[in-house]
């Protein structure tokens, strides 16, 4: 996966969730715009505290390189 790919799913119009799936075998969703951040070479993911809150709990740094699917979720799976 390289950023240029992973820009493109993430500045979709309107956007729609994500999953990822690592080459640990390892799925990891991103559920809302602006949640997430493309790097050189890590994609930033923020997970919120609560739904509908801008508070953010954790967050996970991936390498791109460890991307090996992304799989767009439907609206209401999310």
Same mark, same amino acid.
């Given at each position: !996966?390289?950023?240029?790919? !992973? %820009? ?11 999953? +990822? ?6 799925? !990891? ?8 951040? $493309?790097?050189?070479?890590? +994609? %930033?993911? !923020?997970?919120? %505290? ?15 390189? %460890?991307?090996?699917? $992304? ?8």
């Amino acid at each position: !996966m390289t950023s240029e790919d !992973m %820009l493109q799913e993430l500045e979709r119009e309107p956007f729609i969730p994500l999953r +990822l799936h690592l080459s640990s075998g390892k799925v !990891m969703d991103i559920e809302y715009p602006s949640s997430a951040f $493309v790097r050189q070479n890590t +994609l %930033l993911i !923020m997970h919120r %505290l609560r739904a509908n809150t801008l508070a953010i709990g954790n967050y996970d740094v991936i390498a791109l390189r %460890l991307i090996e699917r $992304v799989e767009t979720l439907a609206a209401s799976n999310a």
